[in-house]
């Protein structure tokens, strides 16, 4: 296999369960392998040095931030990029379909939108609005940036046009969120950062950096379906969104551990962070 067109950048912390399983995922695609580590204490970066990837260590803020570091901070000498999570792995499917990525194919295209399945405790997430569900995640160097008007969900952003692989399948899956405390502590901190997101942007300290269009690519879709979201009654939308997710986007059919994915991640988490932005309200009065 002739050298790719493209380098892989990995975000880590403590990452031992996941990082050799996505490092496995790609290792015969013979791609540049960049691993932007936050400081981990296991043996994380041991794997990292066993697959000859390089690494930078930055401190962590959040999400959005440290992928603005690695791509400001790491030389990547290929036309394209991949930013992937340590929870990640490439499928086959998207393997082969990387495997015969050539960039001369893809003129004037500037970014490619991944297919994620994500899995909860061992089920995938076929319904609720959660697949098919589109990730920029392979885009031009130096082109693709992240966005820092978001304090909480990370996304990659490319002027120009983009390109859907629906095949191209993503696997998501956070073993430590087999332990159900080790998936609710994490959310506990999630919601502080997106209630402090969602205040600032009523304070208008935060804006949106893509236009928001429900007809344009899933990220602008997003934009447009956050906007929404952002309009509607503290308190009352958790209930509608998850009866949204469970009737409208049929997540009922995701069986026992779906439905309680489904109950924690929109109904549960978004209530915390309901109560929270009321919090915030409250004392900024």
């Known amino acids: 296999m002739s050298s790719p067109d493209f380098s892989f950048i990995i975000l880590t912390y403590n990452e031992e369960t996941h990082l050799p399983r996505l490092l496995t995922s790609i290792e015969k695609l013979g791609a540049p392998i960049y691993i932007l580590d936050s400081g981990s204490t296991d043996d994380t970066l041991k794997i990292a040095d066993q697959y000859n990837a390089i690494v930078k260590i930055n401190k962590f803020e959040n999400h959005p931030k440290q992928w603005d ?36 194919n893809f003129d004037g295209i500037n970014g ?86 969602e205040f600032e942007r009523l304070k208008g300290l935060r804006t949106q950096t893509l236009h928001p269009n429900l007809f344009g690519n899933p990220d602008e879709r997003t934009a447009w379906l956050k906007r929404f979201w952002w309009q509607l009654p503290l308190g009352i939308r958790p209930y509608l969104y998850f009866s949204y997710r469970m009737l409208f986007k049929l997540g009922i059919l995701d069986g026992a551990k779906g439905i309680q994915f489904h109950y ?22």
């Open 69 to 104: 570091f690695a791509l400001k901070n790491f030389q990547i000498n290929t036309p394209w990029t991949i930013g992937l999570d340590a929870d990640q792995i490439v499928s086959p499917e998207l393997f082969e379909m990387l495997a015969n990525f050539a960039d001369k």
């Open 112 to 197: 490619i939108y991944f297919n994620r399945k994500n899995y909860f405790q061992g089920t995938w997430i076929k319904h609720g609005g959660y697949f098919p569900f589109y990730l920029l995640k392979m885009f031009r160097t130096g082109i693709g940036y992240s966005d820092l008007n978001e304090n909480m969900d990370h996304r990659f952003i490319v002027s120009g046009k983009t390109t859907i692989w629906k095949k191209g399948f993503l696997i998501e899956e956070n073993l430590k969120e087999n332990d159900l405390n080790f998936w609710i502590e994490k959310h506990k901190r999630y919601s502080d950062r997106v209630a402090e997101e």
């Open 264 to 285: 924690l991640h929109a109904l549960w988490f978004r209530k915390l962070i309901d109560q929270k932005i009321k919090q915030l309200k409250k004392i900024n009065k």
